[in-house]
């Protein structure tokens, strides 16, 4: 800021008082722009626009560092750029300023078990999950189970699964996983009976539908099997997923013939 020459008290006083609103953290007005920009880098994010993500959050975090909300969303930009490193390193400056972050910790869990680092990754969703204030602890209690299978932890992955479903009984993916689990033991009447009471949850879940019908192929229960088939192509949209389900419906009806 241009200052007149000849008044150096002045100056003194305009650079204490600056260091001072320093030392005091960003202006109400500057966290205000830093919110507002945050929440259009978020915007630009959920729409896959990444360099306008990017653009928005750094700014946003120039004008609010103090701010882990703006560290947690940089975080997922660059998870989204596959720049796995730098979003480890954004998630965890989200936990160190806020350590019961619920939302970074089940964030940079995901991050640390993609790099395999499971015990890392486990402590992370255990976090998550455990924080009272947590809307979704279904969501860290999903991931810590598969944390646990990929791990090769069967035993722990099933109570995770069986966890989260306690929080949210309608969190259908951990239906789906918990038979999974059944699934590698051989428990495919357990496996059936979980993906059952998932379909009676959400009627119009499509995945569990495709898994109960593989999963009574393998107890020799083909007309049970053909109606879950059936069921897929009547809900699902997704390409794939109807073409499988054709495939063993196509199958199903020739044998019965």
């Known amino acids: 800021m241009t200052r007149p020459p000849k008044t150096p008290f002045l ?5 204490f008082a600056a260091i001072l609103a320093g030392c005091a953290g960003p202006s109400a007005d500057r966290k205000k722009e830093a919110d507002a920009r945050m929440r259009m880098g978020v915007t630009y994010l959920e729409q896959k ?10 700014k946003a975090s120039e ?14 930009v660059y998870q989204s750029r596959g720049d796995m490193a730098k979003a ?9 300023k806020k350590p019961d972050y619920a939302d970074a910790r089940n964030n940079l ?10 015990d890392e990754a486990i402590r992370e969703f ?7 204030m947590y809307t979704t602890p279904e969501r860290a209690y999903f991931n810590l189970g598969e944390a646990y299978r990929l791990k090769g932890d069967p035993a722990n992955a099933e109570g995770a699964y069986r966890r989260a479903l306690r929080a949210n009984e309608r969190y259908a993916p951990a239906y ?27 009627p119009d879940y499509a995945p569990a539908w495709m898994e109960l019908g593989l999963v009574n192929l393998r107890l020799s229960r083909p007309a049970e099997a053909l109606k879950a088939f059936d069921k897929v192509l009547a809900v699902s949209n997704d390409v794939e997923l109807r073409k499988q389900a054709a495939g063993y419906v196509t199958l199903l009806g020739a044998e019965k013939r």
Request: net charge negative; charged share 20%.
């Open 11 to 15: 100056r003194v006083i305009c650079l």
């Open 49 to 58: 626009n990444l360099p306008m993500a990017m653009q928005e959050l750094t």
């Open 63 to 76: 004008l609010d560092p103090g701010n882990a909300e703006i560290d947690m969303a940089l975080g997922l």
């Open 88 to 96: 480890e390193e954004y998630l965890r400056r989200a936990t160190g």
């Open 109 to 118: 869990g995901i991050v640390l078990a993609g790099r395999k680092a499971w």
């Open 126 to 132: 255990e976090a998550a999950a455990s924080n009272v």
């Open 176 to 202: 789906v996983a918990l038979s999974a689990v059944f699934g590698g033991q051989g428990k495919w009447k357990d496996a059936a009976s979980v993906l059952t009471r998932c379909v009676e949850v959400h």
